[in-house]
């Protein structure tokens, strides 16, 4: 993949996980615009990446701040990392932005204070809910509910498989293309009702990561 022809936009990236997807994405060479409700604070998240990417070495020079919606309107394919409690009303403002292109859908149904138990919404998933929203030319693809935070703002290799649903094939295969660019596995899934399963993984981590102290992930078996 030549990543340097692909603009991604991470509306919600100031967040850790969206602040971890920008640094591996601009590290990987791709042009990143990261987007928030205020402007600002997505210019502040840039500049830390920049800050990052030149003590490291690695060139900066393609990683942005906007809002939500000019993140989105800028790219080609959209990341959304935001809260559940977010999750409608963000997609709601992107809705225009986003038409014919490929939105990744990262985020996860958790009710706080029991983030820990499993609890999908009525609309079955996050994934589902999202394809609801932004509409039949909108190909939603759900993936990295199963990645900690934690590691995609580490350095080291991510130790941890990432289950890609969509109802568009080609579309999860690009998401996969750029998963492998920021050295992350990703495996086809299925369509986008399958969302749940790895939404639903994420409280079954959070009670393992609680037990073992650890950021654990998931890892799949027996494929060469």
Avoid at 59 to 64: D, F, K, R
Avoid at 68 to 92: C, G, Q, R, W
Avoid at 187 to 192: L, N, R
Wanted: aromatic letters at 4%.
């Amino acid at each position: 993949m030549e990543t340097g022809a692909v603009t991604v936009g991470i509306v919600g990236g100031t967040g850790d996980l969206g602040a971890g997807l920008a640094r591996r994405l601009t590290r990987a060479g791709f042009r990143v615009v990261i987007g928030s409700r205020h402007e600002s604070q997505a210019q502040g998240a840039a500049e830390t990446v920049k800050a990052m990417g030149s003590e490291a070495g690695w060139s900066t020079l393609q990683v942005s701040g906007a809002s939500n919606l000019d993140a989105a309107t800028a790219a080609d394919i959209v990341f959304v990392t935001v809260p559940f409690s977010a999750h409608s009303v963000t997609l709601e403002g992107i809705v225009d932005a986003v038409q014919d292109k490929v939105v990744v859908d990262v985020t996860v149904p958790l009710v706080p204070p029991k983030v820990a138990r499993v609890q999908l919404p009525e609309g079955g998933s996050a994934g589902q809910i999202a394809q609801s929203i932004l509409g039949d030319n909108v190909r939603v693809v759900s993936a990295l509910q199963n990645v900690a935070a934690a590691h995609l703002n580490g350095d080291e290799p991510i130790d941890c498989d990432v289950l890609v649903t969509g109802n568009n094939r080609d579309a999860r295969q690009w998401v996969i293309d750029i998963l492998a660019a920021i050295d992350v596995r990703g495996f086809h899934a299925g369509m986008i009702n399958n969302a749940a399963a790895a939404e639903a993984l994420t409280s079954v981590l959070i009670n393992i990561n609680k037990q073992y102290k650890t950021h654990a992930g998931i890892r799949l078996t027996g494929i060469s």
